[in-house]
T-cell receptor, first 114, second 112 residues
C-alpha cells in the first residue's frame, strides 16, 4: 500500500496563477482533509470531506476550493494564487466512524507563490 | 474560542526522559492525539487518549486529565532519532468528520 500520496512535491507559482494539488489514498478511507502548515502556526484545516461527493469548510478555507469526485482522490485548487498562500500543504485521510481512528498524512507539497 | 498550547522548543540529552506538555481550552472534547513530525516529513501518529490516565506504548507514554484540560507526552530513554516536532491535537466534536485542532508543535532537540 502506498498510503497517502500527494502530487506535486514542490511548486513555484506567480501571483495570480492557478493550480491544483492532488491527494490520493489507497486505504479506502471515508474522510479526507487538506491542511496548511506555516512556521509557528501548526497545522490548520482548509477543507475536508466525509465521503465521495461531499466537501466542507475548515478553519481557513478562503482562496481555496476542493472536490471529491472519487473516494480515493481529494483535489485542492487555488484559483488565483497569492503570496500569503506560500506554505506546506498536507493531505490526510482517516477511516470514518470511531473517534480513535488516527489521520494518516501524505508527504506534503511545498508551494511558493512569488 | 479554541486554544491549544504547547512549548515551542525543548532540549534534552540522549538517554534521558522528557515530558512535553499540552493544555487545551476547547468548546468540546472527544479525544486528544499526539503526532511526531520529523523535519521535512509528514506527521505520524503516536498516541490517542480519551479517558483520564496514562497510556503506555514502549518508550512513549501519554497522559490525559480532562478536568484540567491537560495532557503530556513522556519520552523515555531518549535517542537521537527522537529529535522532531511533537504535535498535540484535539478532536472537539463527536462525529463531525473527525476534525482535529492542532497546537503549534514542540520542537524537541536531543543532544549527545
Amino acid at each position: 500500500n502506498a498510503g497517502v500520496t500527494q502530487t506535486p512535491k514542490f511548486r513555484v507559482l506567480k501571483t495570480g496563477q492557478s493550480m491544483t494539488l492532488l491527494c490520493a489514498q489507497d486505504m479506502n478511507h471515508e474522510y479526507m482533509y487538506w491542511y496548511r502548515q506555516d512556521p509557528g502556526m501548526g497545522l490548520r484545516l482548509i477543507h475536508y470531506s466525509v465521503g465521495e461527493g461531499t466537501t466542507a469548510k475548515g478553519e481557513v478555507p478562503d482562496g481555496y476550493n476542493v472536490s471529491r469526485l472519487k473516494k480515493q482522490n481529494f483535489l485542492l485548487g487555488l484559483e488565483s494564487a497569492a503570496p500569503s498562500q506560500t506554505s506546506v500543504y498536507f493531505c490526510a485521510s482517516k477511516n470514518g466512524g470511531s473517534s480513535y481512528n488516527e489521520q494518516f498524512f501524505g508527504p506534503g507539497t511545498r508551494l511558493t507563490v512569488l | 474560542g479554541q486554544n491549544i498550547d504547547q512549548p515551542t522548543e525543548m532540549t534534552a540529552t540522549e538517554g534521558a526522559i522528557v515530558q512535553i506538555n499540552c493544555t487545551y481550552q476547547t468548546s468540546g472534547f472527544n479525544g486528544l492525539f499526539w503526532y511526531q513530525q520529523h523535519a521535512g516529513e509528514a506527521p505520524t501518529f503516536l498516541s490517542y487518549n480519551v479517558l483520564d490516565g496514562l497510556e503506555e506504548k514502549g518508550r512513549f507514554s501519554s497522559f490525559l486529565s480532562r478536568s484540567k484540560g491537560y495532557s503530556y507526552l513522556l519520552l523515555k530513554e531518549l535517542q537521537m532519532k527522537d529529535s522532531a516536532s511533537y504535535l498535540c491535537a484535539v478532536s472537539t466534536v463527536y462525529n463531525q468528520g473527525g476534525k482535529l485542532i492542532f497546537g503549534q508543535g514542540t520542537e524537541l532537540s536531543v543532544k549527545p
